[in-house]
């Protein structure tokens, strides 16, 4: 029983130790977070693990649809040749130059459609990665897209240079309808919260409650549901909310507030939350 005891201690000492340590690093500024520096070996392995397991469980339970039906691949080159290719690259092209200094570096997609599950690559493309530059596209695509482009995915190992610059043209042309948006009636808070960091209100925006919201470009939003008016003088109600994110310049001219590309559902839901804060502290 005693040895037990000194085993817990030891294993609860080594603990507060490594999280001493973990907190002088932070508090000093031991670590380097620059850019030009590469992560250190256990940390690059320790990230790359916990994102290839955070990954394979989230996805897990992603229907794939059948890949195969040539207009898929074809307009998944073209969404790759508009969305993809400045970061990550493609056969004898080169990511753009802003690409070459992301940290850690974008992965080439060659060796992603290779190693990584249909299922894995829907998630990564429409959820984004944390600290990787990797944007969530399910803002700006829909998943029938996303789809699109995991299918030209499953081509592109196999394509040389040559092909690759010819590929596309080689394919049917005709692009698809593009499906309406299905709008709900009502907005969805835990939605609107999701999307209101996709579409970078906390860069502007004091935001109760909302991790890194704390800067006054604008105005802080805290309580803005108690508020008679919104953009300077335009009643505060729903519908003018929502038309005010989607299209700020409309509602004031000369506003310094930039047209995000809010689709009708993304705004609708963030007005919704909006509406939920409370007043600033």
Not at 17 to 25: D, S
Not at 43 to 67: D, F, I, W, Y
Not at 125 to 140: D, F, N, S, V
């Amino acid at each position: 029983m005693k040895s037990w005891k000194v085993a817990g201690l030891t294993v609860l000492a080594c603990a507060a130790a490594g999280a001493g340590l973990g907190a002088a690093a932070v508090w000093f500024g031991w670590y380097d977070v620059s850019a030009t520096g590469s992560h250190t070996l256990p940390v690059h392995e320790l990230l790359e693990a916990a994102q290839t397991r955070s990954v394979q469980r989230r996805s897990a339970n992603v229907q794939v649809p059948g890949l195969n039906a040539p207009r898929m691949a074809r307009d998944g080159y073209a969404l790759y040749q508009k969305h993809c290719v400045q970061c990550h690259g493609a056969p004898g092209v080169a990511p753009e130059p802003y690409a070459l200094g992301l940290n850690p570096a974008p992965a080439a997609l060659v060796a992603t459609a290779r190693d990584r599950s249909a299922a894995d690559i829907f998630w990564i493309i429409q959820q984004g990665i944390k600290m990787t530059g990797m944007p969530a596209w399910q803002y700006r695509l829909t998943d029938a897209e996303i789809w699109n482009i995991v299918a030209f995915m499953r081509v592109l190992p196999a394509l040389s240079p040559a092909d690759y610059r010819t590929w596309g043209t080689t394919q049917e042309s005709a692009p698809p309808a593009k499906p309406a948006q299905t709008v709900a009636p009502v907005g969805d808070p835990a939605a609107g919260r999701a999307a209101l960091q996709q579409y970078l209100c906390a860069t502007c925006h004091a935001i109760p409650g909302v991790a890194g919201a704390r800067h006054h470009v604008g105005p802080a939003l805290g309580g803005i549901s108690q508020r008679p008016y919104i953009a300077g003088g335009v009643p505060n109600t729903p519908a003018n909310l929502e038309r005010w994110l989607r299209d700020p310049a409309a509602v004031k001219p000369g506003s310094a507030m930039p047209d995000l590309g809010l689709n009708e559902q993304d705004a609708r839901d963030i007005a919704a939350f909006l509406y939920t804060l409370p007043p600033a502290d």
